[in-house]
C-alpha cells in the first residue's frame, strides 16, 4: 500500500469511530505499520501479514478501547498492557493519545526486543518494556497497586486475567479486558467470573470499521 492509501485507510477507519487522529499520529500509525511488516517477515508478532489487513483488525480494533480509558483528565492515566505481544492494544492507544503513561509487559524476548526498537523510532516518551510474566513475584512487587487501568487483547480467559491483573490495579482502578464477539465460549468465561471471582462488569459490544467482527468490551471496576 502506499503511505497515502495507509493514511487514508486509518483516518477513514477512525472517523467511523468517532475518533480524531493528528497528522503526527497518522504518520506513526503508518511508520508502526511498516516496521510490523519488516520485522513480521523475521519473527512471528502477529499473525497478519497484509498491510491493509493489520490496519483493520489491528489497528483499528486496539483503537475501540480509547472512549472507554477516560483519558481527558488532568492527571495522565497509567495503563499496564499485558500480554502485549506486538504492542496491541497499547500503541495504537499511545499513538491516539500521547498523554498516557504506558507500560507493555510481554514475555517473548524477541517481541520486547521489537517494542523497544518502535518506540525508539516512534519516539515514544513515558512508555517502558517489561520482558516478564504477569505472575512474577518480582514484577508484581516493582508495579503493585499503581495502575489506573490494566487491559489485555485476548490474551486469556476472563477468570485467569482477572487474577493476573488485580494486583497491578490502584485503588478505584479498572480492569478491561478486550475479546472478540459474543459467542458460547465468552458467555462461558463469563458465567466463570460470576462463581470464581464474584466481579461485577459491565460489557459493550463495538462494530469496528469496515465490516470486521465485533469486539467486546469487558469492564471491571475494582474498588479495593
Known sequence: ?????????????AEELGLSLTEEATKGFSLYLSE???????????????????IKRHFLDSLTLLPFLE?????PKRILD?????????????????????????????????????????????VQVIKSRAEDPK??????????IVTSRALTAL???VVLARPYLAKGGKIIAMKGPINERLEEELEAIKTTT??????HTIKPPFG???TTIVIFDIFQ
Open 82 to 126: 499485558i500480554g502485549t505481544g506486538a504492542g496491541l492494544p497499547g500503541i495504537p492507544i499511545k499513538l491516539a493519545s500521547p498523554s498516557i503513561e504506558l507500560v507493555l509487559l510481554e514475555t517473548s524476548g524477541k517481541k520486547a526486543n521489537f517494542l523497544r526498537h518502535i518506540i525508539r523510532v516512534l519516539d515514544l516518551k513515558q
Open 139 to 148: 514484577t508484581t512487587a516493582e508495579f503493585g497497586a499503581f495502575f489506573d
Open 71 to 75: 483519558i481527558k483528565t488532568t492527571k
Open 198 to 203: 464474584k466481579l461485577a462488569y459491565k460489557l
Open 1 to 13: 500500500m502506499e503511505e497515502k492509501e495507509i493514511k487514508k485507510l486509518i483516518l477513514t477507519g
Open 36 to 54: 510490523l511488516i519488516k520485522w513480521g517477515s523475521q519473527i512471528n508478532l502477529t499473525s497478519i501479514r497484509d498491510a491493509e489487513e493489520t
Open 159 to 161: 477468570p485467569e486475567f
Open 212 to 214: 470486521q467482527s465485533a
